[in-house]
Nanobody, 123 residues
Framework: QVQLVESGGGLVQAGGSLRLSCAAS????????MGWFRQAPGKEREFAAS????????LYADSVKGRFTISRDNAKNTAYLQMNSLKPEDTAVYYC????????????????WGQGTQVTVSS
């Protein structure tokens, strides 16, 4: 059974930083593209960032570009989302996901999802 477990969320003041982690129980983790999505209260889940299986390419939503950095360590079956210069509008539940389609921004193209971790940014 595939499991993705996010961690690293919490409460931070505007301008602060957090680093999210996503640990995957996938033997073939290195074959999958990784994505981070987020969902704010009352809003649809939205794409934040993605990375190819070999870390060669990344893609970011305009709303996080320049502030967030996605990375992965295939030896540890773990992906990361470094979030800097956080804003109150970044408040959401953050989800990691894996899929075969590289750099997809569509949630339906990801096969496995974590349970989410809450990020709250106070003003």
């Amino acid at each position: 059974q595939v499991q993705l477990v996010e961690s690293g969320g919490g409460l931070v003041q505007a301008g602060g930083s957090l680093r999210l982690s996503c640990a995957a129980s996938l033997r073939t983790f290195r074959n999958y593209a990784m994505g981070w999505f987020r969902q704010a209260p009352g809003k649809e889940r939205e794409f934040a960032a993605s990375i190819t299986w070999n870390e060669g390419n990344t893609l970011y939503a305009d709303s996080v570009k320049g502030r967030f950095t996605i990375s992965r360590d295939n030896a540890k079956n773990t992906a990361y989302l470094q979030m800097n210069s956080l804003k109150p509008e970044d408040t959401a539940v953050y989800y990691c996901a894996v899929g075969f389609k590289a750099l997809s921004t569509y949630s339906l193209e990801y096969d496995y999802w974590g349970q989410g971790t809450q990020v709250t940014v106070s003003s």
